[in-house]
């Protein structure tokens, strides 16, 4: 059964850093394609930031230059650093997974509850 859970999530002031942790159980990470979603209150849910298994990566113009997406197969984990946050970063953040072969262009498959990030001005 697949599951995951995130962490690191907290209030910060404005400028500030957070790295938040996803960790996949039940199956193994290394191959499968990673994502950090995030959903402010009243908007819909943006993707942030993604991470294949070969470890390409790609980010939302919002967030590039600031966050960093990267994986650490051994530790079954994703990790999203996010620099110099602003307020507008303040939203629940969502880890996700996609299994291998589900196409890239399609929903990912597992969804984690989500870590608050809360970002002072």
């Known amino acids: 059964q697949v599951q995951l859970v995130e962490s690191g999530g907290g209030l910060v002031q404005a400028g500030g850093s957070l790295r938040l942790s996803c960790t996949l159980s039940?199956?193994?990470?290394?191959?499968?394609?990673m994502g950090w979603f995030r959903q402010a209150p009243g908007k819909e849910r943006e993707s942030v930031a993604a991470i294949t298994w070969d470890n390409a990566r790609s980010y939302a113009d919002s967030v590039k230059g600031r966050f960093t997406i990267s994986r650490d197969n051994a530790k079954n984990a994703v990790y999203l650093q996010m620099n110099v946050l602003k307020p507008e970063d303040t939203a629940a953040y969502f880890c996700?997974?996609?299994?291998?072969?589900?196409?890239?262009?399609?929903?990912?498959?597992?969804w984690g509850q989500g870590t608050q990030v809360t970002v002072s001005s």
């Open positions: 039940g199956r193994t990470l290394s191959r499968y394609n």
């Open positions: 996700a997974a996609k299994e291998p072969t589900t196409a890239r262009a399609a929903p990912y498959d597992y």
